[in-house]
């Protein structure tokens, strides 16, 4: 094998390997950070209610990620959380991006936060059972809102 041979397929594994290419997800939209996604949903006021916000790296967001999500910061690429500080609603947004079973690990993050409201929020409660988790833009996302599908839908329209 010649050496522009060898070096054509070398780059075309790395590009296998790191996901570049097309951009496109799971979904067929193009790839997505957390910022971005959270910076989404502030901007255009998809969920008014929501008003506190912590990515991978910061303080919060690295020390609170074993409890609301059973695992380390240290086992995510990326990850974000918008969230109502006052802890009377449901309402939350968490994105998050790894090797794990991130789906499972959101599906259960929503259980946890449907089970918090039991007995006292029966309407909040009521929301985050209708959580949504989906796949959008390479990032594995939770929606607990009125208005989820319409969260998602704006979060992973193809542009």
Not at 20 to 29: P, T
């Amino acid at each position: 094998m010649g050496i522009k041979t060898f070096a054509a397929v070398a780059v075309s594994a790395v590009m296998l390997l790191t996901g570049c290419g097309s951009g496109a997800g799971k979904n067929g939209s193009t790839s997505r950070t957390v910022a971005e996604i959270l910076d989404t949903v502030s901007s255009e006021g998809l969920c008014p209610a929501l008003d506190t916000r912590a990515e991978l790296g910061s303080e919060g967001f690295d020390n609170a990620c074993p409890k609301l999500f059973g695992i380390e910061s240290t086992e995510l690429t990326d990850g974000g959380i918008m969230y109502t500080a006052s802890g009377q609603t449901a309402d939350e947004i968490a994105a998050l991006k790894g090797d794990g079973d991130m789906t499972q690990i959101l599906t259960e993050h929503a259980k946890t936060r449907a089970a918090s409201f039991k007995g006292y929020a029966p309407d909040e409660q009521q929301k985050a059972e209708n959580a949504l988790v989906f796949d959008c833009g390479g990032l594995t996302v939770m929606v607990i809102a009125d208005n989820a599908e319409q969260i998602r839908d704006r979060l992973c329209k193809t542009e």
